[in-house]
C-alpha cells in the first residue's frame, strides 16, 4: 500500500457534555496539527498517489472552514460533543468528498482510502480511517 500524508492545522474552541470531559465541558480552545494521509495500492499513471499540492490545498481550506470559530455556535456542530475523534471523522468526510468530486485531480480516482489524524499535543491523538 502505497501512502502520501500532507499536514496542516486548526485552533478551534468547543466545550462538552458529559462528566467524562471534567474541566472540559467549559469552553475552550484548542488547536490540532491535523495529518491526512491518502492511500492506494498500485501508483497512478504518473507514479503518485496524489497530487500533493492539490490535496494540501484542499485540505488547508477545510481546516480554515473550521478554524477560528467556537464549534458550539456552528450550525453543523450544534449539540454535538466535538472531541478529537468525531473531528477527525468530519475532516475525512470532507475529504472524501472532494476526491469524489474531482478536487484532488483525475488521478485521485485510484484512492483506496484517507486517514486523518488530529494531533492535540506531543502525548495525544486521534485518527479516522476510512475506504473510498
Given at each position: ?28 480552545g484548542a488547536t490540532f496539527v491535523v495529518d491526512a494521509t ?27 472552514a473550521l478554524s477560528y470559530r467556537n464549534l458550539d455556535e ?59
Open positions: 500500500m502505497f501512502s502520501v500524508t500532507v499536514r496542516d492545522h486548526i485552533m478551534i474552541a468547543h466545550s462538552f457534555s458529559g462528566e467524562v470531559f471534567g474541566p472540559a465541558q467549559k469552553l475552550h491518502f492511500k492506494r495500492p498500485e501508483l497512478d499513471a504518473d507514479n503518485i498517489v496524489v497530487d500533493i499540492g492539490l490535496a494540501s490545498q484542499e485540505l488547508h481550506a477545510i481546516c480554515g456552528e450550525p453543523d456542530f450544534r449539540g454535538v460533543n466535538t472531541s478529537t475523534e468525531f473531528l477527525a471523522k468530519v475532516i475525512a468526510d470532507r475529504l472524501a468528498d472532494k476526491a469524489a468530486g474531482g478536487g484532488l485531480g483525475a488521478g485521485a480516482s485510484g484512492l483506496t482510502g484517507i486517514a486523518v489524524t488530529l494531533h492535540e499535543s506531543h502525548i495525544a491523538w486521534a485518527s479516522y480511517e476510512r475506504d473510498l
